[in-house]
């Protein structure tokens, strides 16, 4: 997006067209509000930016069908130079004319045509550039289809157009519908034009439509229309005196048959033109993020350096970007509908007066005329920005051009409050907004500190690109994209149309056709590029965050959600998923025992296994439980760790439901997660970290997760960062890795494996005192580890793991299953609640063993795997000194 600059933002409203209410589509469906409809086909309008195009920034719909768009705004307009009532200067009006030729043509680039093109919608910045304004009306509202009113002014529409009349189609009412209007017919409105401006004044405002439309089809039986409209309106010495260049453009722009009118593109090349033409240069869009271009292709430095200076009293906050302005704006009390009420645009009715009509006692029946506020009000509010100006007046220039290299940074106090109100706070989210949009300029190569930043928090406006990163995400990610045959019909089609209307439907940009249809191809692209998965139920709930956050980057979309399936769901779409999912269930059962023995105990004892509610967890990874805007807060976080960090969310929110889930049955439980209750995300998010935080590495190790990857190739993350940090890389398999077993196995154990290098790495963690986690305030206080070895007594004296204690296994526990009183009763109590280790040397007294303090209610209870011959060979076994 262009900088603010010196321009404004605007906004203005209209109204859809209602519909019927007890009407169905074709689907058998509900028919989608008309405002919807608009809505999703606006989206496209944000991304057509040209210095000669006035950005569109949001659009927000209200009650009753209102909708609000709001967008670039200039005070003047070529209205006011009509005003003067003067003519306007020859070499005006072909500056005029080529820079709206340059609009119209970038437009028709897009598909889009204006055909609202009228004096006041032709807009002029402080230069006395052209910049047009409500281009995307005619394209939002599917040609007039979606709103009661006509798009565009009589006095400016084509014959062509006039001709053909107001045409309305309905999904209930299928109907031949004609075509909408071309490029050409903008070019006839852009004759009007510059033939009022060259006349200094307005034509055709005696006449109504029907003497207007009688009058233009008498123009087809003449050669020269310019002449017959200037002997219509008295204006004909004027004329005369014109230029032949002038002259011949304006025959150009109206002609009355549109096979032979010009397009704007082809009207842009034209001789007339010459004079104004050298100095233009054809507009081109940046580079995006993700692309094989170099986005710093065309970047130049002043001869002068200094030039890059600014003085104390530059507007920084206009070198932004519109869409960030408006994000602030909204953030400082900005309220569209009052900007509107204020102005008189909006206007409230009794409620009598909204009834279709009311009768008399004596029998007397008045009913309403027709409705004018269905109608378009053409009127633009300027919105102002003074009350974001007087938030950020203490905000110094600074902020806007941040330190990246520069780590002594302190983020402000808010950084401490609650993450909702950092996220409304206006100096916070500037700051934000500002210091990643800079980071992600310089992805990949700041992609340790974005990845750093991300931690803290991720500002909304960025998140979408800031995912991206955080996928590792690069490369020509369009060309991809469009080399995937989407069209071709696939059996999956069917199961893909009848899931996607069920699929967050709440929200409204999902919800509309056009977020259908977009959904339909990222899915559809996903399918076909991976031949060896198939589309599983939940998929479309997986897409859903990624295309809501890249609504108008499908390509963008498909890149995160092919990155983030086999990093958090590798070989979940097999078409045979059984084992990946029975396995996933297995370690997940396992983690509950590991950080809460007593509900796991309830759970189990009941048989509310996770198979009864945990697959549509992570299977979807949470998108199908919680609503978008938890999902983009739990993300924020899930992005930042391993494919384990789901399991931690999975504890985390049983966990917040233990009370309930403690004092019920099978039943009630089953009655509870259908219908899930609130679960407050803030708090998920903070407790999973910590429950990451004391889970090992290794505890959560699948045979059927990723295969590890390189460290050079791991997302960029250090490969010696701690295991108790979300910043960790795969480490490559040893002898002291993890082996896999059976699934049966792995089923028949309550507790955990840890692989023998995690056990070495957590006993030196706690013997040197740097238990590492992701946040500083836990080095204060540092987790122990106990290590219990079950073998029998001569084995232990042989050589054992240093600090660790013997419990053997024949007397530890008495015939009712409670832990024998010895000399190791009160060493064990006393580390209840720290990490206990069980090793010894035969797999089953082990599992057994840790099974028997899990019905203790001892957390935190892991198994060496491969017991004892794990440790042997690295010589870290000690022999005890003999005594004397």
């Known amino acids: 997006m262009f900088p603010l600059k010196d321009a404004e933002m605007g906004a203005f409203t209209f109204f859809a067209s209602a519909l019927p209410h007890d009407v169905c589509g074709s689907n058998g469906l509900p028919l989608t509000p008309n405002s919807i409809k608009i809505l999703g086909r606006f989206q496209i309008l944000k991304t057509i930016t040209h210095p000669r195009l006035c950005q569109y920034v949001d659009i927000s719909r209200g009650k009753h069908e209102r909708l609000v768009v709001v967008a670039e705004h200039c005070e003047r307009s070529l209205e006011d130079l009509l005003r003067e009532r003067k003519p306007v200067s020859y070499s005006k009006v072909l500056c005029i004319a080529f820079e709206v030729l340059q609009g119209l043509q970038y437009m028709n680039k897009h598909g889009i045509v204006h055909r609202a093109l009228s004096p006041h919608n032709v807009l002029l910045d402080r230069k006395g550039h052209v910049k047009l304004a409500k281009f995307g009306l005619y394209h939002m509202t599917a040609y007039g289809d979606d709103v009661d009113f006509p798009i565009g002014y009589p006095s400016y529409l084509a014959p062509e157009v006039i001709a053909q009349g107001i045409f309305k189609t309905t999904d209930h009412v299928p109907s031949e519908k004609p075509l909408p209007s071309g490029p050409k017919s903008d070019v006839w409105s852009l004759g009007i034009i510059l033939f009022e401006l060259c006349m200094g004044r307005k034509l055709f405002q005696s006449l109504d439509i029907s003497e207007h439309l009688k009058f233009l089809l008498t123009l087809d039986c003449v050669d020269d229309p310019v002449t017959v409209l200037a002997e219509e309106h008295g204006c004909l010495d004027i004329i005369k005196e014109l230029p032949e260049t002038v002259i011949d453009l304006l025959k150009k722009c109206l002609t009355f048959h549109p096979s032979k009118r010009p397009t704007p593109d082809e009207l842009m090349k034209d001789k007339v033109f010459s004079e104004v033409s050298p100095s233009y240069t054809p507009f081109t869009k940046p580079a995006s993020l993700f692309s094989s271009s170099l986005r710093c292709a065309d970047l130049t430095l002043p001869e002068d350096i200094s030039q890059l200076y600014k003085d104390i009293d530059s507007d920084y906050l206009a070198e932004r970007s519109i869409e960030e302005v408006y994000y602030l704006w909204c953030l400082a009390g900005g309220d569209l509908e009052k900007e509107l009420v204020n102005k008189e645009i909006i206007r409230s009715k009794p409620p009598i007066c909204t009834l279709p009509n009311f009768v008399f006692e004596d029998g007397e029946s008045f009913g309403q005329g027709r409705d004018r506020s269905s109608l378009l009000d053409d009127t633009t509010v300027t919105l102002s920005l003074c009350q974001l100006r007087n938030r950020l007046k203490d905000v110094g220039g600074e902020a806007f051009y941040p330190l990246l290299e520069d780590d002594s940074n302190e983020l402000s106090a808010a950084a401490t409050l609650p993450l909702i109100i950092r996220e409304r706070d206006t100096e916070y989210q500037l700051n934000r907004i500002i210091l990643f949009d800079r980071l992600l300029k310089a992805y990949p190569y700041k992609k340790n500190q974005i990845w750093k930043e991300a931690r803290v928090d991720i500002p909304p406006l960025m998140r979408g690109l800031t995912w991206a990163a955080l996928l590792g995400v690069e490369g020509a990610i369009h060309a991809k994209y469009d080399a995937i045959d989407k069209d071709t019909p696939i059996p999956t089609d069917r199961q893909i149309e009848v899931d996607i209307p069920r699929c967050h439907q709440y929200d409204e940009l999902l919800s509309s056709p056009e977020g259908h249809a977009k959904f339909r191809r990222v899915l559809k692209a996903w399918v076909v590029s991976h031949p060896d998965l198939v589309y599983w139920q939940g998929l479309d709930s997986l897409c859903a965050p990624f295309l809501y956050l890249n609504f108008n980057n499908e390509a963008l979309a498909y890149a995160c959600m092919s990155a983030f399936i086999p990093k958090y769901l590798y070989n979940f779409f097999l078409k045979d998923n059984s084992h990946v999912i029975q396995e996933y269930l297995t370690v997940f059962s396992q983690m509950i025992a590991f950080h809460d023995p007593e509900l796991s105990n309830h759970l189990n004892e009941i048989g509310f296994i996770p198979d009864l509610y945990a697959i549509p967890w992570f299977l979807t990874m949470f998108t199908h439980v919680f609503p978008l805007h938890k999902i983009f807060h739990l993300w924020d976080t899930l992005l930042l760790g391993n494919s384990s960090f789901p399991f931690c969310i999975g504890v985390a929110i049983l966990q917040q439901l233990r009370d309930r889930l403690l004092a019920n049955g099978f039943n009630e439980c089953i009655l509870l997660f259908s219908d899930l209750p609130e679960i407050d995300i803030e708090r998920c998010v ?22 590890p990857k390189p460290a050079s190739d791991s997302s960029g993350l250090r490969s010696s960062a701690p295991y108790f940090s979300t910043e960790c890389a795969e480490p490559p398999k040893t002898d002291l890795s993890r082996e896999s077993i059976p699934l049966n196995d792995l089923k028949s154990e309550v507790s955990p494996r840890i692989s023998a290098e995690d056990l070495i790495d957590l006993c030196e963690l706690t013997v040197t005192g740097h238990f590492k986690t992701p946040t500083k305030k836990t080095k204060s206080s540092k987790p122990k580890l106990l290590v219990v070895d079950i073998r029998n007594s001569e084995d232990f004296i042989r050589g054992h793991i240093s ?63 491969g017991g004892i011959n794990k440790i042997k060979p690295t010589g870290l076994l000690t022999v005890p000194s003999p005594q004397i």
């Open 686 to 707: 903070r407790e999973s970290i910590n429950l990451f935080c004391w889970t090992p590495k290794s505890a959560t190790y699948r045979q059927h997760a990723q295969p």
């Open 803 to 865: 600090s660790s204690i013997n419990i053997p296994f024949s007397v530890a526990f008495t015939a009712e299953g409670e832990l024998a009183q010895g000399p190791y009763t009160t060493m064990l109590q006393s580390f209840k609640g720290k990490v206990i280790v069980i090793v010894g040397n035969v797999a089953k007294h082990t599992a057994e063993f840790a099974a028997h303090l899990v019905k203790m209610k001892y957390p935190r209870v892991c198994i060496l795997d």
